[in-house]
Nanobody
């Protein structure tokens, strides 16, 4: 098992909701900054939301629909996804790093990655 483990993915109809969880352990436990990323078939991985040290940041495509939150004592990060669209279909990855500042949505800025969880939204 890796340092970051995602869960909560699944299949849902458009307009529905899902909640993803990411649990940090081992080398990633105690990370300051966390991010959620996604990769759809044939597309590059993109940043969705990021959190840490009082900062939150969202991609324009999910602003107002997704909410990132963090339960620091357990090193767990969540992504609440509402009003899901077919364009949200992708593998969702959790990422973490120790160095600040947080809120970064760049793929290359994170040191630890989970294996991903599939989210499928049908129209």
């Amino acid at each position: 098992q890796g340092s970051l483990v995602e869960s909560g993915g699944g299949s849902v109809q458009a307009g529905g909701s899902l909640r993803l969880s990411c649990e940090a352990s081992r080398d990633a436990y105690g990370s300051s900054c966390f991010g959620w990323f996604r990769q759809a078939p044939g597309k590059e991985r993109e940043g969705v939301a990021a959190i840490g040290r009082g900062t939150m940041n969202y991609a324009d495509s999910v602003q107002g629909r997704f909410t990132i939150s963090q339960y620091s004592p357990k090193g767990t990060v969540y992504l609440q996804m509402n009003s899901l669209k077919s364009d949200d279909t992708a593998i969702y990855y959790c990422a973490a790093r120790f160095h600040s500042p947080c809120g970064d949505l760049n793929v290359g800025s994170y040191d630890y990655w989970g294996r991903g969880t599939q989210v499928t939204v049908s129209s």
